[in-house]
């Protein structure tokens, strides 16, 4: 019977196996010492942050009471500023859906769309003829002074 041949094919897989046990176990070690790494870092940060925000606060405190009520009325400045602001973006978000969808909407309609061409020429015909208007009001002189810009920067 061949059981020799057996008992080293087993022996072989089992050293093979031992061999990645091995590797797994060290990655598994390296990912751990990582770990601690970074939750030490992050604990080092939140020490850091706590003592600053204990060194504002007893500056804070120390200050002489003119400069506390300047710092008072900054600070409810800045809370305002930051609730205005909080508004502001809410509002802008909203209006940006708002516009998105109106422009889908006229997307989907060729009535639409022929409309608001229409009113865009519309509007660049008014423009157009504000310009003559304002250029038949002006003297013979002032047109001839106009023509004679006109005429030099287009020989340039």
Known sequence: MN???????VMADCAV??????MEGRNI????????????????VEEDIELEKRTAKN????????????YQALKAEDSQIEKDLQEQQE???WLSVKVQSL???????????????LHQQLSEAFQRQEEWQSKAQE??????????????ADNQ
């Open 91 to 93: 509002s802008l978000d």
């Open 3 to 9: 059981t020799d041949t057996e008992l080293s094919a």
């Open 59 to 70: 500056m804070v405190s120390s200050m002489e009471p003119e400069m506390m009520g300047r």
């Open 29 to 44: 070690d390296a990912i751990f010492s990582e770990r601690q790494e970074r939750e030490a870092e992050a604990r080092q």
């Open 103 to 117: 422009e889908e909407e006229v997307g989907n309609s060729e009535l639409k769309q022929e409309a608001f061409r």
């Open 139 to 152: 003297s013979p002189q002032e047109e001839r002074e106009r023509l004679l810009r006109q005429v030099k």
């Open 17 to 22: 196996l031992q061999m990645q046990n091995d």
